[in-house]
């Protein structure tokens, strides 16, 4: 993590070399006596802690080792990550706790079922789960793990004991091991012998992607509410069969920072989901124990001025909303082996240490407050289960008509968060009143005033929202038949073979990805421009805009070989589509109309490399790669003047810089894209093409001042920060009105979307009348955080989708990123809209 934090104390300047501070006793010298049984990590890696950066692989072997060889450990894995790396947690309590871990966990299970009242609050060991290294390029608390593990397993000092005797800890090592493993080769090979500690050294800069991420340059410490990754399904699944009681989150920061623990800064809304004892109470009783660690060692360390708990999706947030208690931790990060500071130099092993002491600590904490833990764990799922108040809902109401596709999306996620859901006719109804209630608010509720203006991340997080799933509240309630499986949402007719010609409905979200699947076996398909309907297998049928054709005489294939590239198409992406033996319609086009286009394949290049927003980029490489199941290339901006751009019909520039984009390169795109080739681009790529003169679109502007005078009154130094940060969008969702005639509104059946902005590029309507696909409405505001004068002045007369010409081709301009953080299933379908209909998205030339 990050902060702008100014702070006034640092690191103790280290007089010594590294070497010397590399041995056992630096890290626990106060744990002996050890096991002699029991290897250290330096015995085991052939290396002292902090000397070089670990990999994944030796972490997870060095914790087998232990469980293999102790009564103390166990291991288990709870999944793999995108690269096929082993996620792993580590049981550690005493032998007889282990041995009786099943009775323990119904025991502890029973403190989270409101039917259930047990008192035993002091009896039952506490749970506690230590996570380490959700952001790959912060490294330290992996190595830490390794020595937080084999003091508990080694250590035969009464105090760890005691731990052992009263607490279970879960230790997950590594949970982005993707990304680890991408920095620790980096810092690794990049390390100097004697070390540098020069802040420009190449040990100390990644190159892009740089090791944050994931595969997919997703950052995991988003992705618990929202879980699109295999990584966060996993740990979500582990979860909720555990509940532990105390849950760590360990992070790093810039290198002149020191060490920050919770509390954070308070809490950002108004209404706060989350009960006052967690966020108040809980978080100053941890707090002594923690300042008390660091103080012993003498390091340093800052909490409440920074970091929030806003967003639910963090592992320092999400397990608050479980009746745990989430603990975020930031260390000064080395970024390497050696680094400068102002205060002298930062070492790997200073970072480690200060992690592996709070780990203990936190141990120390749960196990000293273990039924205060418990007692507030069993009032928090007791609460949940209460009667809703008169004024509130009771539960909620949605689905969607036409796309089961997406509803089934949908309650996969709810599924996931052990969200009760039961469907009820053709819809399906969440009540408010059960055990994980706090996420059914999280899901559906949306909030407009808050406490704070400057948000550490999003602002705005109702699920609904996110997959444009339209829901109502209810003051009353009528259960149906539990949904326990998504097996049976999507239910379709199976095709049968014609000899004429095959319809696929384009409201579902994956017709795009049978539309390639069709595209990539040799099928011509066509896609409708206007609305019609034909008597097909299962009768006479509408169908809407976009609808695709595809007709069996003009194919190259015989009946039976496009019949079996049909049939598998809709097994695999299990999309609704029927077949017909006539081309007259009851009502709308006939199927031989000029309103059916034929469809390019999309050839599409991504614009990667150093000054591209890599969050982005990755989200358009996900969204291909696991949905539409298409490849992009991804072009490398070193390598653009070597590109054969005539071999593509799609670009796609993220938000970034693009420095390296040069006038004459620039000229290069004008003049493939007036070829009669689409260039697509998001939030801040839209702002470069427009600030670039790549395409004749503008900003809004706010209207100038016309006064004669204008006075500047003076502020308050120490309010500068607070008041520029309040006009940054952090993550706010907002209503446009979309053109569903339009090629990019294709597959939407109503005008009213929600999209997610987290950008300040308001780009204005277009001249065009016909090239403004989607403005903001009059009462655009949803959810979220956004200053009076964003909103007024700039996000209501502003677009959010715009289609300007150049030549025979065309630049789509999104303002907001359709794609965000993977989970935006409802503005999907615009973006890809922009690549398989690209090429039919035209604005019509109007007399002046």
Known sequence: MKTTQLLTFSFLLFLFSISSILGQDYFFKDKAPFISEIPTPEEFLGYPIGEQH?????????????????????????????????????????????????????????????????????????????????????????????????????????????????????????????????HTQWANQFKGNPLVSD??????????????????????????????????????????????????????????????????????????????????????????YFSKALDNIGSFYFTKEAFDGTYPGYGSSYPDLQGALALLFEQASSRGHLQNTDYGTISFPFTIRNQYVSSIATIKAAVENKARLRKYQQGFFKTAEADVSKNSFVGYEFGDAYDNNRNKAFIDKLLLHKIKVYKKGNRYVVPVKQAQKRMVQTVFETYNKYRDSVFYDASAWSVANFYNMKYKGLKSISLGEEVTSIERIVNISKVSKSEYAYIMDWDDYNAPAALYYMQSKGLLVASAFKPFSITTSIGNKSFNYGSVLVPVSKQKKN?????????????????????????????????????????????????????????????VWHLLDTRVHMPITKLRMSRFNTVPLKDYNTLVMVSGRYYQLDSLQRKKIKEWVAHGNTLVTIANASKWAIDKKVVKEQLTKKEKDTSNTKIVNRLPYVDAGENIGREQVGGAIFEVDLDITHPLGFGYRDSSLPVYKNNEVFISPSKNPYATVAKYTDKAHIDGYISIDNYEHYLKPSASLVVSSIGSGRVILFADNPNFRGSWYGTNRLFMNALFLGKHVYVPRVRE
């Not at 793999?80 to 005493?94: D, G, P, W």
């Open 54 to 182: 670990t990999r994944h692989d030796q972490i997870v072997a060095y914790l087998t080792k232990l469980a293999e060889i102790s009564d103390r450990a166990s291991i288990d894995s709870y999944g793999k990550s995108h690269e096929n790396r082993k996620l792993t947690i580590l049981t550690v309590s005493n032998p007889e706790n282990l041995n009786n871990l099943p009775n323990l966990k119904e025991q502890h299970l029973a403190f989270t079922k409101a039917s259930i009242n047990p008192t035993n609050y002091d009896d039952v060991p506490i749970f506690v789960q230590l996570g380490y290294n959700v952001h790959g390029n912060e490294p330290s608390s992996s190595e830490a793990a390794m020595l937080t593990a084999y003091t508990l397993v080694a250590s035969n000092s009464s105090e760890v004991k005691a731990y052992l005797e009263n607490a279970v800890v879960f230790i997950d090592p590594t949970i982005n091991p993707d990304g680890r493993d991408r």
């Open 199 to 288: 802040q420009y050294d190449a040990e100390h800069n990644e190159g892009w992607p740089r090791g944050r991420t994931n595969h997919y340059w997703f950052d995991l410490n988003r992705d618990w509410l929202l879980a699109i990754n295999p990584e966060s399904r996993g740990k979500l699944k582990w979860y909720h069969e555990w509940y532990p009681n105390v849950v760590t989150d360990f992070h790093e920061m810039g290198t002149n920072s020191t060490y920050f623990f919770e509390p954070m800064k308070p809490i950002g809304s108004f209404d706060p989901i989350m009960p006052k004892e967690n966020y108040e109470d809980l978080n100053n009783l941890f707090a002594p």
């Open 559 to 619: 009946i039976d070989e496009v019949f079996a590239i049909i049939k598998k198409a809709q097994e695999k992406f299990s999309v609704p589509i029927f077949s017909t033996n006539t081309g007259f319609s009851s009502s709308g086009i006939d199927l031989g109309s000029g309103n059916f286009r034929k469809l390019e394949t999309p050839k599409a290049l991504l614009l990667i490399g150093e000054g591209v927003n890599s969050y982005e980029a990755g989200e």
